[in-house]
């Protein structure tokens, strides 16, 4: 009998080893099912925080985007828009909306017609442009560009930001894919170094007044006029103003995030419009 006793114990045993098994198994596949259809929420959540980012971006650019003064040691066009979290029924909203001045940067097309101001881009930002053809088009985005060309997102820690200080630049912080003709530059948004190189150049005083405005954080009254000398030597026109903006949204729901990259421009009827609007993969 006791033989019989110890074999069913042992089968007992495995059935029990059986149906944990599966037990677990089973709490395992419903763990990962609620996961996965959370992460499904989350990211349709996030997707539409990004189509919510339309509003703001329109109303900064009819408000907002020609009071914009930055400060005078930016080293890139970039301007906060939007920066805001909150957190509802235990699931956390966040959404970030930085603007980059086409107007700030050096144009693409300058950049590969030999303009002086392509020096002040950096050697990985050059050697960038020129591995890439004209489209047949003549409809120029980031994403032509291999590698990270959207700018960086901003760090959400010091040691994010260390990080972003280390990698290589950004080519889409520095040069403008969009903007209108004749080109300008402007002197509000633009790093000062490039501002004060136009002035030097084309011989044009006043970039003193500039650079006092700017370190007051003062819009600048006025800036010399259009000539034939800054298109001469491939030069962009001094502005106070920009009319192409592309802006980095970030949207973050729960362990989603969606980031898009959108550049406006004036339509045909002189509003702010949407001309090309790509998504973000980094």
């Not at 992460?39 to 990004?50: I, R, Y």
């Not at 291999?146 to 630049?169: I, K």
Request: proline share 6%; with cysteine; net charge negative.
């Amino acid at each position: 009998m006791r033989p019989t006793r110890g074999v069913a114990l042992l089968l007992t045993l495995a059935a029990l080893v059986v149906v944990t098994t599966a037990t677990v198994t089973l709490v395992r596949i419903l763990l990962l099912e609620k996961t996965r259809a959370r992460l499904e929420l989350d990211s349709e959540l996030a997707g539409d925080l990004l189509s919510a980012a339309e509003a703001p971006i329109q109303y900064w650019l009819e408000a907002r985007s020609e009071e914009v003064v930055l400060p005078h040691t930016a080293t890139e066009p970039r301007a906060c828009v939007l920066d805001d979290a909150w957190v509802i029924e235990g699931r956390r909203y966040e959404i970030r909306i930085e603007a980059f001045d086409q107007a700030g940067m050096v144009s693409l097309r300058s950049a590969r017609d030999g303009s002086p101001l392509r020096r002040f881009l950096p050697a990985e930002v050059r050697e960038e442009i020129d591995a890439v053809k004209e489209p047949a088009d003549s409809l120029w985005g980031l994403d032509l560009f291999p590698g990270f060309s959207f700018p960086a997102g901003e760090s959400a820690s010091a040691e994010d930001a260390a990080d972003a200080e280390e990698a290589d630049p950004a080519l889409g912080a520095l040069v403008a894919t969009h903007g209108e003709a004749p080109e300008s530059l402007n002197v509000h948004t633009a790093p000062l170094p490039l501002v004060q190189a136009v002035y030097r150049l084309s011989g044009l005083g006043g970039f003193e007044q500039v650079a006092e405005a700017r370190a007051k954080g003062r819009l600048v009254a006025a800036v010399p006029p259009r000539s034939d000398r800054l298109a001469a030597d491939k030069l962009p026109c001094l502005a106070t103003r920009s009319r192409a903006w592309g802006f980095r949204v970030d949207a973050r729901v729960g362990a989603a995030q969606c980031s898009i990259w959108a550049v406006y421009g004036p339509g045909e009827d002189e509003a702010w419009t949407c001309r090309q609007r790509l998504w973000i993969h980094d």
